[in-house]
Every structure is written in C-alpha cells, then in structure tokens.
C-alpha cells in the first residue's frame, strides 16, 4: 500500500469513526438522550473531541499533538466506563459500542496515524 492511499484509508476511517462521538454527542447536547445539566456538559466534551478529530481530516499527518493528546483523553474515559460497568456487574447491551471505540478504535486509529506519518514523511 502506498503512503497516500494509507493516508486516504485512514482519513475515511477517522471520518467514519467520528460519527460516533459527534452524533452521540450532539444528541446529548440537544437534549435528546436526558435533561441533565452535567449529561448535556460531558455530551459537548464528547461533541468537541468528535468535531476535534475530524477537524484534523484535512492534515492528519501533522496533527500528532492532537491525537497523542486526546486518544488518551478518550481511553481513560472508556476505563471509567469500563470500571462502572464492572462495579455495577452487567455490561449493558448500550456500553459495548462506546467501549470498543474508547478502548480499542480510538488507540488503534491514534497508532495507525502515527505509523502513517513515519510513512508519509519518509517518502
């Protein structure tokens, strides 16, 4: 694979992987999901690291700061979920798609953007 159709692959999968946070947490900050003052708070976090992200689309190749800064941001968030749902000893049908973006997608799209910029630099 070359480097720019890596470059592409993984902008179309940032892209994709996106639509997760941003809908989840515009759906929250609308007030679709609960009327909680603190829910609608943590749902514009989780809309601004979403739109963060995508924001970076354009020129994720120099944009490692971003994501050495928020994939970790993210999975410490997922561990939170991860030890609640734990400690209420159930894994709820609902948490199984925000834990595999959390815990796996996220740190997974952060590497390959980081092995995408060795080769793209590189070339």
């Known amino acids: 694979m070359t480097p720019a159709l890596e470059r592409r692959l993984l902008q ?4 994709v992987a996106g639509i997760v946070p941003v809908y989840g947490g515009g759906m929250g900050v609308l007030g679709r999901l609960s009327d ?4 609608r ?4 976090l989780l809309l601004g690291i979403g739109l963060t992200f995508w924001w970076t689309i354009p020129t994720l190749e120099r944009r490692g ?9 993210v999975v410490l968030g997922g561990l939170a979920r991860l030890a609640a ?3 209420a ?11 595999m973006m959390e815990l ?3 740190p997974l799209l952060a590497l ?3 092995r995408a910029e060795r080769r793209l630099t590189a070339a």
Request: glycine share 10%.
């Open 112 to 114: 390959w953007r980081e």
């Open 89 to 99: 000893g159930e894994l709820a049908g609902s948490a199984i798609l925000p834990l």
């Open 104 to 106: 796996t997608v996220t």
């Open 41 to 44: 708070y943590l749902s514009g």
């Open 12 to 15: 179309l999968a940032v892209a």
């Open 36 to 39: 909680s003052g603190h829910f």
């Open 65 to 73: 700061a971003v994501y050495r800064t928020l994939a970790p941001i």
């Open 85 to 87: 749902t734990i400690q």
